[in-house]
């Protein structure tokens, strides 16, 4: 008796959690809203996965993962992909008609404008084939057709034509952004090639003659400073990555350095504080390097007795702040401000170029900050969080 109690005990909590897990479904279901509420969140979230693929622009792979959340969101029989040159991606049934798509659509990429089939167009010889009509819309990415998007069905209502040319619509949106993207990537690397560019011949110039002076009289001090030189330059100019460590470019500055004190000697004095913790820290690639060459040309190569350059990275919250100061001979204000928008040209600064970079990666409040005066040196500051959302340092 008492075995059977703890068995019918065992059924009624077994009843209990399933009323209990059907009074959540129900609830959830509740949740969730009229059948119009859940249509447009079942829209939205087939929208959201197609998206990430197409911010690549229009590939194969991204095509091909693309269309099978764009026949479910049109409720095709089949979503083809295409470009100029080939058909992209196919998702659905009847692949007969997958061989056709880029003849079909060529009236669509010359003209750019949508097409739409009839059962006597997309004839296929096999009578139980269920597709009669297509729908053939432009996807276009800076205001140039670069495709077709296809939807293939039983019938061609005026919802489905809609519905299609507005897909078309967003897809192509979806283009632009990658567009944007890859017109951004170009323009920041046309930057950093430009701040290549401004690397002084005269510092390359007085390096290799402040290498040559050591050959005769110190053998061993040359041979480091040409691998210090050879280092400098490898790094200077690299061409893979827009982000490097906070370390690796502290690395480069040193090596900078090592090599403007053997032209300066005692006239040029470092000093360095870096906090640890922020070593790994994404910074964007040649970032510290103008700055510093600055502070020794402008600020300190006028003075007779030279001066220091103190370089700081400290570790403030969710941020690394990193100042390059100098006692040099300063400028005036409003000439810093000039020079940070563009306005003002130094040759081989780079602060404008650096503080660009800064502000379109990091946004506004990361640009870089000048303290300055005739007389009375140059501090600048910036700062770079410890963490952004698409920044790594490339290896």
């Not at 820290?281 to 060459?293: D, T």
């Amino acid at each position: 008796m008492q075995q059977f109690g703890a068995v019918a005990a065992g059924v009624v909590g077994c009843l209990v959690v399933l009323a209990a897990a059907g009074w959540l479904v129900r609830r959830n279901r509740r949740d969730l809203g009229t059948p119009a509420e859940r249509a447009a969140y079942e829209t939205l979230h087939r929208a959201s996965l197609v998206a990430p693929p197409l911010r690549a622009g229009l590939t194969a792979n991204g095509a091909a993962k693309a269309v099978r959340h764009l026949r479910a969101l049109l409720g095709a029989n089949a979503v083809a992909m295409a470009d100029e040159r080939a058909l992209l991606a196919w998702e659905g049934t009847d692949e007969q008609h997958a061989a056709r798509v880029l003849d079909r659509a060529a009236p669509v990429l010359e003209n750019g404008t949508p097409v739409v089939l009839g059962a006597g167009q997309l004839a296929c010889g096999d009578s139980t084939c269920p597709i009669r009509h297509a729908v053939l819309v432009p996807l276009t990415a800076d205001e140039r057709v670069v495709g077709v998007l296809a939807a293939f069905a039983a019938g061609a209502s005026a919802g489905l034509v809609r519905a299609v040319t507005e897909v078309g619509r967003w897809v192509s949106t979806q283009l632009d952004l990658a567009e944007l993207d890859r017109s951004r990537m170009r323009l920041a690397e046309a930057e950093v090639r430009a701040l290549r560019a401004q690397i002084s011949p005269h510092f390359i110039y007085n390096s290799l003659n402040a290498i040559a002076s050591f050959v005769r009289t110190d053998p061993e001090r040359a041979r480091e400073l040409l691998t210090e030189f050879a280092d400098f330059t490898r790094y200077s100019f690299r061409t893979h990555g827009d982000f490097t460590t906070l370390a690796e470019e502290l690395r480069s500055v040193e090596r900078y350095l090592l090599l403007e004190r053997a032209r300066f000697g005692d006239r040029l004095r470092v000093t360095l504080r870096i906090a640890p913790e922020v070593l790994p820290v994404a910074v964007p690639f040649l970032c510290l390097q103008p700055i510093v060459e600055n502070a020794v040309r402008h600020g300190l190569q006028p003075k007779a007795d030279g001066g220091v350059v103190t370089i700081v990275a400290d570790d403030v919250g969710t941020d690394c702040v990193i100042s390059i100061e100098d006692d040099g001979i300063g400028m005036d204000p409003d000439l810093a401000l000039r020079l940070l928008s563009g306005e003002a040209q130094a040759s081989s600064t780079g602060l404008a170029n650096v503080d660009e970079r800064l502000r379109q990666v990091f946004g506004d409040d990361y640009g870089l900050q000048v303290e300055t005066a005739p007389e009375a040196g140059t501090k600048v500051s910036l700062r770079v969080p410890k963490y952004h959302a698409g920044v790594h340092a490339n290896a």
